[in-house]
C-alpha cells in the first residue's frame, strides 16, 4: 500500500455558489493538487466499471443513494492513481459525522490524515442574490449576473452575439434558500467535528474573489510546504541512515 504521509489531504466546505469549483482550480494550478468531487468520482468509477463503480450504477438506477461504504470505496480507488500523490482537495465529501470518520480511516490506513477543512463562510443573504441572479448564454454559455455582470448591451451576450439566455430551474430564491437551510443542518456537525481536531480553518468568502483566493493560499501554501517538506525530509534522513550502515 503506498506512503501517503507526506501527500497533503485539504477539504473545502462551503453551500452551492461559494466558490468551492473555482478556488479548487486556483489550488490545482498553484500546488499541483487534485481536486476530487463526489460527483465526479462517480460518474468516472461509473464510467471505467470499476466493482465499486458497477455497485454505485446498481444503486443509482434503482434510484436509490449510494452508501458512504461504496463512495469511500471509490475514493480509496481514485487514492491509488499516481496523480494523487501530488495531494488532494476533497470537494463535496465529507458531508456528514460517519462519512468523516470513515475518510478519517481510510487516510489513516494510508498513513495520512486530514491537515485543513477549510469553510468558505458566507452570507445567506448575499447567496440568495448571487446564485438567482446567476444566467448563461444559450448559444456558448457565457455567464452573466443581473447585478454583477451585465452584458455590454442588455440582451445580447458580449463574446457571441447571441440573444437567448438560460436560467437553472433551482436558480430562484426560494430554492435556493432552503439549499442553504439543508447547508447548514448538514455541514454544522462537521465544522465543530474538525475543529476539534484541530484542523479547522475559516474563510470569509464574500469579498473580492481575487483576494479570497490570496487569502485561501496563505492558508494553504504552509500547510503544503509542511507536509511535503517535513516528511520527505524525514524520509530522507532515514534512506541516509540504512546507506551509512549498509
Same mark, same amino acid.
Given at each position: 500500500m503506498r506512503d501517503y504521509s507526506n501527500v497533503p489531504v485539504l477539504i473545502l466546505l462551503g453551500p452551492p455558489g461559494a466558490g468551492k469549483g473555482t478556488q479548487a482550480k486556483v489550488l490545482e494550478d498553484q500546488f499541483g493538487l487534485v481536486q476530487l468531487s463526489t460527483g465526479d468520482l462517480l460518474r468516472q468509477a461509473v464510467a471505467a466499471g470499476t466493482p465499486a463503480g458497477k455497485a454505485a450504477k446498481s444503486v443509482m438506477d434503482s434510484g436509490g443513494l449510494v452508501s458512504d461504504e461504496i463512495v469511500i470505496n471509490i475514493l480509496r480507488d481514485r487514492l491509488a492513481d499516481p496523480d494523487c500523490a501530488a495531494g488532494v482537495i476533497l470537494d463535496g465529501f465529507p458531508r456528514t459525522i460517519p462519512q468523516a470518520e470513515a475518510l478519517s480511516e481510510l487516510l489513516a490506513s494510508y498513513g495520512s490524515q486530514v491537515h485543513a477543512a477549510i469553510s468558505l463562510e458566507v452570507q445567506d443573504d448575499a447567496m440568495v442574490e448571487r446564485i438567482s441572479g446567476r444566467h448563461t448564454c %444559450?448559444?456558448? +454559455? @457565457? +455567464?452573466?449576473? @443581473?447585478?454583477?455582470? #451585465? /452584458? *455590454? *448591451?442588455?440582451?445580447?451576450? %458580449?463574446?457571441? &452575439? &447571441?440573444?437567448?439566455? !438560460? #436560467? !437553472?430551474? %433551482?436558480?430562484? /430564491? @426560494?430554492? *435556493?434558500? #432552503? !439549499?442553504? *437551510? =439543508?447547508?447548514?443542518? @448538514?455541514? =454544522? /456537525?462537521?465544522?465543530a467535528f474538525y475543529e476539534k481536531s484541530g484542523t479547522l480553518e475559516a474563510l470569509d468568502a464574500m469579498g473580492d474573489i481575487a483576494a479570497i483566493t490570496e487569502a485561501l493560499r496563505q492558508i494553504v501554501r504552509p500547510i503544503v510546504v509542511d507536509v511535503r517538506g517535513v516528511h520527505a525530509a524525514s524520509k530522507n534522513s532515514k534512506t541516509a541512515q540504512m546507506e551509512e550502515t549498509q
Open positions: %444559450d448559444g456558448c +454559455g @457565457e +455567464g452573466y449576473h @443581473e447585478t454583477f455582470k #451585465r /452584458p *455590454v *448591451v442588455d440582451g445580447t451576450c %458580449d463574446k457571441c &452575439g &447571441g440573444q437567448k439566455f !438560460r #436560467r !437553472r430551474a %433551482d436558480d430562484n /430564491p @426560494e430554492t *435556493v434558500r #432552503r !439549499r442553504l *437551510v =439543508a447547508y447548514h443542518n @448538514e455541514t =454544522a /456537525p462537521l465544522i
